[in-house]
């Protein structure tokens, strides 16, 4: 494949994991979808361009398995499974640009021919092996490597197989991957994990094995060179990142996108995918990826949610009930980027009513019930110049960079924070200023315009730098106020425009964010 791939001008390309098709999507796939998703249209926001991969993972032992269970060939089981993913998509306003499938004709043949050249330059040979074999994480691990007996990383049972395989030589490549890393600052984030996979690479790499024996397990992609055996579905998965971009089939498209600007993953792969796979692209002679983010788990009563567990938190329901912002900023603002957070429905309720029915929604309920009362609806003309005590407008102009700031560092956390520091000193704003009172006086109409002039533009500003992280809501304000949605913003100078059209007829619509049912509050 040649020397490393050089980019000049590249879209910003950030993935998602491929989800394992063998049960509907849950609160832990809708997570790290909207983190993506939020990334690539913020960067849509200031112009950019951008290349957001996700889709699903569809080969595999427990693939075989759920669709045995259900009386099904495999491939019927997956085309039946993908839907729930794109359609949960869909609901959540999840914008990628393309999905892919581990059975899509490309990418098997890009994981074939990878592994011919792998093969070619020494990097893979053939051997018998003994170990032990966690089917749930598709895994062999040596004794010494098991918790006592069982599975390291999902402490399950294990088997024992002996078989013959074909391997990657993973240990050759350890003293360069502890290097680069160390010497990479964001390469993997957050620190706790990058010295979390440094610990690991303190002890001796075992080589990868890559296939499994057709005989034990016919699902899965042609190994090459062996009809008697199909490549390992995390060998296999972690090629859809260049597969997606064609390496092997199209290089002006892969030099126009390559290297990934942000693989996103749960912590639970991050071995994968800050071990496996940047030593793959290294044999590969391919450019390593420029930072690769791993968040936490989300828990109940202290334990992970998840599927297996029987304890996923379904989003579909959650949509429904709050909406899909709710759902979104809930997950964006209760736990910072890296860390594990505590899911309760209780929670989500309370972000609600605090932060955005009181905050937000009443903020726009009061700015539009003033213009209708005082201007017949209208934006009033004011001295963009003018001096108001407090007003939060100077606040509202700096929040392409102070916003932007935190989304560069991956930090939606900090981005909701700098907003709602906003929203909250507008509603401050509101209280101090007093417009019913000056409206009482003719002499101080100038002043209400002034004062409400000021409210509109920051909630304008606050409306548009919602759009990447609350799009829906951040469309409705938008619409009301008659201001042009998907604005794109590449300077402060963009930003810092009024935004607003003096006269303009405001709408105040349906609350952005109704109350809770009661029957929903006393459920929660």
């Not at 080589?207 to 199909?230: F, M, Q």
């Not at 060998?235 to 971009?245: C, E, G, R, W």
């Not at 932060?355 to 700015?367: E, P, T």
Request: charge should be neutral; glycine fraction near 6%; include cysteine.
């Amino acid at each position: 494949m040649g020397a490393f791939f050089k980019a000049m001008t590249k879209p910003y390309y950030i993935t998602t994991p491929l989800y394992y098709v063998n049960a509907s999507p849950h609160i832990g796939h809708a997570y790290t979808n909207i983190l993506c998703d939020t990334f690539a249209r913020f960067r849509r926001f200031r112009g950019e361009k951008v290349f957001f991969l996700t889709g699903t993972d569809e080969h595999g032992t427990k693939i075989d398995r759920a669709a045995r269970d259900q009386k099904q060939e495999p491939k019927a089981y997956v085309d039946q499974m993908v839907p729930k993913f794109k359609e949960l998509w869909k609901l959540l306003e999840i914008e990628y640009d393309y999905f892919i499938r581990t059975t899509d004709q490309n990418h098997k043949e890009t994981v074939q021919k990878i592994l011919r050249n792998l093969e070619k330059k020494g990097e893979i040979y053939k051997a018998s092996y003994t170990g032990w074999y966690c089917t749930p994480c598709e895994s062999f691990w040596t004794k010494f490597q098991l918790a006592e007996g069982k599975c390291p990383d999902c402490h399950r049972e294990v088997q024992a197989l002996e078989e013959e395989n074909y391997f990657f030589k993973l240990s050759q490549h350890q003293d360069w991957l502890k290097a680069y890393i160390q010497d990479n600052a964001g390469f993997i984030r957050p620190e706790s994990r990058k010295n979390e996979i440094l610990g690991f690479l303190e002890q001796p790499l075992e080589d990868l094995c890559i296939t499994r024996p057709r005989n034990r397990l016919a699902w899965g992609i042609d190994y090459p060179t062996s009809k008697e055996h199909v490549v390992y579905v995390w060998f296999d998965a972690l090629i859809n990142y260049v597969s997606a971009v064609g390496l092997t089939k199209d290089a002006k498209k892969f030099k126009a996108h390559w290297p990934a600007d942000a693989h996103v993953v749960g912590k639970d792969i991050l071995r994968h995918h800050a071990v496996y796979w940047p030593i793959m692209l290294k044999a590969c002679e391919v450019e390593m990826p420029k930072t690769i983010i791993a968040h936490g788990w989300w828990t109940m009563a202290g334990t992970k949610v998840s599927k297996s567990r029987g304890n996923a938190v379904d989003p579909v329901e959650l949509v429904q009930t709050y909406g899909v912002d709710a759902f979104r900023y809930f997950l964006l603002r209760e736990v910072t980027l890296g860390l594990d957070g505590a899911f309760s429905e209780d929670l989500l309720a309370q972000r609600y009513t605090t932060d955005l029915a009181n905050d937000l929604g009443n903020l726009w309920f009061r700015l539009a019930s003033m213009l209708g009362k005082y201007f017949e609806g209208r934006i009033p003309f004011f001295d963009l110049k003018s001096s108001v005590r407090s007003s939060p407008m100077a606040g509202a102009l700096n929040l392409w960079t102070s916003v932007g700031a935190a989304m560069d560092d991956y930090n939606p956390r900090q981005a909701l924070s700098e907003i709602w520091n906003l929203i909250t000193g507008a509603n401050q704003f509101i209280e101090r200023t007093k417009p019913w009172e000056l409206a009482k006086d003719a002499a101080k109409r100038e002043d209400l315009a002034s004062v409400l002039g000021h409210l509109a533009v920051t909630v304008a500003h606050v409306a548009v730098i919602l759009q990447p992280l609350l799009p829906v809501t951040a469309a409705h304000i938008l619409k009301r106020l008659k201001i042009a949605e998907k604005n794109v913003f590449k300077t402060q100078e963009d930003f810092i425009q009024p935004l607003v059209s003096f006269g303009v007829l405001v709408e105040r619509g349906e609350a952005l964010f109704p109350k809770l049912e009661e029957e929903k509050e006393e459920k929660i």
